[in-house]
């Protein structure tokens, strides 16, 4: 095989990583607007809290540590030195569900009804919130995330694939993350135990049917509220996997919130209402970044096309289906 | 008994069409209007001009724009960074390239380019609607400030990819550059404000204003009574965007003077507040628009007085404060009064009308 062919290889590879963590984004995105219509602009923050909130739990700092010290001229850090992963990512789970309860309670409790763009700007104004308050919390230094997942190149595939190349010519074989490679599975494993949940639980099914139908679902007794809190809960806890991956991999800090608006163009890709979408939306999106910023930034000596090229795919395909790739057909009437 | 309407009659088109048909209004307005031209001024200095008033009048513009996209037309836009950034670096290109030109001409040749920009950005609303359309504005924001950033020509090849302005004058008193006195630069956005206000006024009770609204309420019903879709949406894209580019401009040349465009242009920093200023203001309302951006504007500055100065807290975590304040206000807003300060305003004034009578 020529080293161009392997390249262009590596290069799909990468980005069908990285699109794999852009669908762990938009998953949460897709799960909350299929059961209450809101679509939830702090899903990014909610990765970023969950992320804090486990790195604060893992090293037992003292919640709002910063602004009693400041207030009362105290000297409290941590309480503990450590916690095992296993039990601060229960803890950080009971967290987001307390989290999804308050927000319930305090927010679209009282929002119901409105219209959805409504709904929307209540949800940024949750992602400033939140985002202060986890950092009014945790104090809004850099911090280091680990939970015991591999990271770093993957010295066996360097090997495996360095004999591919033609003789002669000087490839070092393919570089991919593992850290790329265990956040695929896990979002494997999540998807389908999502699928599962929903296809053979009587939650599920619950969930299932609000996300038909609103009313529909209410009459058969079925309470709307409690099925809120729990899709919120969900969306909290892949928004904590989501956090742990990407935290792991570049530190847990503000710049994390942002995933949210990497994942916005995956959703309009996908369809905001298709679990499915948001997987393809996302592997497309991964890929084409990936592409675009070695073959079109390469050729025009430009670079961070990433940051819009996104966007700007995801517009391409809207102007042709106005709907996304998997979303519902918008049927209006009058 | 304040705001009696009793005896004041409308007895021609004229007085009907009156932007301030009560005379308390107009009273009201002339007062304003003469502290703002005659008394602001010659007390003003350079604290306040620089903290409060000049970026008051400048995201008052802003707010202007977007409220005439958002909230009268109701296409959702989150890419008003981006678009003010065109206005800005239209001005510095145009000022780089024609020294002689007259300040006040380049602003608004500025905002003329930004709806040009802001026509091509608005084509996507054609054919989506709702989130998706607020998502595609995204790609303007993120494109256009990446293109500032990464095409050299833009930043006339400098080494820092910052952009300084130049000096400029009105009757040869200095408006933009370090020696441009307080005085002049406040008028100078003061003039730019009330003219392009008026005018965002009556455009919004002409024709025009009146195919938005009607796309806005229900974009179907107002396509089969002969509002045409594309012109209306388009228009709207065009003139919001002509105020958020005049926006830019000032902010770039008369407040700011020098600006590095992913930290001046942010989506947090300029897109999110401008938003907020509306929703806070009112949507679809023009007095809306003003107190929402003072609203905005005073409010860091009263939380980091009362936080910092007051209760002694360090500049970091009142800064946290500030952004968990401006999220939960947003929330209760929309919760408690989704039509904003504006809604408020017209609340009281209601009350005044009766007072001190209950009914």
């Excluded at chain 1, 299929?34 to 923050?45: E, L, M, Y």
């Amino acid at each position: 095989m020529s080293v161009e062919l392997l390249n262009f290889i590596e290069t799909v590879l990468n980005g069908l990583m990285s699109g794999v963590m852009y669908s762990l984004v938009a998953l949460g995105f897709v799960l909350i607007f299929k059961a209450s219509g809101v679509f939830n602009f702090a899903q990014g923050v909610f990765a970023l809290f969950a992320a804090l909130t486990l790195v604060g739990y893992q090293t037992g700092q003292v919640p709002f540590a910063h602004l009693i010290n400041e207030l009362f001229g105290t000297n409290y850090h941590n309480w503990y030195a450590s916690m095992p992963n296993f039990l601060a990512i229960l803890l950080t789970m009971i967290t987001m569900i307390a989290l999804a309860w308050i927000i319930e309670r305090l927010v679209l409790k009282h929002l119901v009804n409105q219209d959805p763009i409504i709904l929307f700007m209540a949800t940024i104004g949750l992602a400033f919130a939140l985002e202060g308050v986890g950092d009014l919390m945790w104090g809004s230094d850099v911090k280091v995330l680990d939970v015991g997942i591999p990271s770093g190149g993957s010295i066996w595939l360097e090997e495996a694939t360095i004999g591919l190349a033609a003789e002669g010519s000087d490839y070092y074989g393919m570089y991919i993350d593992v850290l790329n490679v265990w956040a695929t599975v896990i979002a494997v494993f999540l998807v389908i135990t999502l699928a599962l949940f929903s296809q053979y639980t009587k939650t599920g099914r619950a969930l299932r049917a609000v996300a038909d139908d609103h009313q529909a679902a209410l009459s058969v007794g079925i309470s709307l509220r409690s099925i809120w809190i729990l899709v919120w809960a969900i969306s909290g806890f892949i928004a904590m996997v989501a956090g742990i991956m990407w935290g792991t991999e570049s530190g847990v800090q503000f710049s994390l919130s942002l995933i949210a608006l990497k994942a916005l163009p995956v959703l309009i890709l996908g369809g905001f209402t298709s679990i499915p979408g948001a997987i393809i939306g996302g592997l497309l999106i991964g890929v084409g970044e990936k592409l675009a910023e070695i073959y079109i930034g390469g050729f025009f000596e430009i670079g961070a096309l990433e940051n819009w090229f996104a966007y700007v795919m995801a517009l391409v395909f809207l102007l042709f289906r106005p709907q996304g790739l998997f979303g519902d057909k918008i049927i209006e009437r009058v | 008994m304040i705001y009696k309407e009793t005896g004041q009659y409308k007895s021609s088109y004229k007085s009907d069409h009156a932007i301030f048909p009560l005379l308390q209004d107009k009273i009201a307005f002339s007062i304003l209007m003469f502290v703002a031209f005659l008394i602001i001024p010659f007390v003003i200095n350079s604290y306040w001009e620089k903290a409060i008033l000049v970026p008051f009048l400048i995201f008052s513009l802003a707010a202007i724009g977007l409220n005439i996209l958002t909230g009268y037309c109701g296409q959702v836009s989150l890419g008003t960074g981006g678009f003010m950034a065109v206005g800005a670096f239209s001005t510095y290109k145009i000022m780089t390239s024609f020294p002689d030109m007259n300040i006040m001409i380049i602003v608004l040749i500025s905002g003329l380019i930004t709806a040009a920009v802001g026509i091509l950005f608005g084509l996507p609303s054609l054919r989506i609607k709702g989130f998706y359309l607020a998502v595609a504005t995204l790609a303007s924001q993120f494109f256009l400030v990446w293109l500032f950033n990464k095409v050299p020509w833009f930043y006339n090849y400098s080494d820092t990819g910052q952009i300084t302005v130049s000096e400029r004058t009105m009757f040869s008193v200095p408006v933009t550059g370090a020696t441009a006195p307080p005085y002049a630069t406040y008028l100078f956005c003061l003039v730019l404000v009330v003219l392009l206000s008026f005018a965002a006024k009556n455009l919004i009770r002409s024709k025009i204003g009146r195919s938005w609204m009607a796309i806005r309420d229900m974009d179907i019903a107002a396509e089969i009574i002969g509002v045409p879709p594309l012109k209306t949406k388009l228009s709207a894209f065009a003139i919001s965007s002509f105020y958020i580019g005049v926006a830019g401009a000032l902010y770039f040349a008369v407040f700011l003077g020098a600006i590095e465009v992913t930290e001046s242009f942010d989506i947090m920093t300029i897109s999110f507040p401008v938003l907020f200023m509306i929703i806070i203001g009112g949507l679809g309302s023009m007095l809306g628009s003003f107190l929402g951006a003072a609203f905005i504007v005073t409010l860091p500055i009263g939380l980091k007085f009362l936080m910092v100065d007051m209760v002694g807290l360090s500049a970091v975590t009142a800064k946290h404060f500030e952004i968990t304040i401006w999220g939960l206000l947003m929330i209760v807003f929309l919760i408690v009064e989704p039509h904003g300060l504006a809604r408020l305003w017209s609340i009281a004034k209601e009350k005044l009308r009766r007072w001190p009578f209950p009914y």
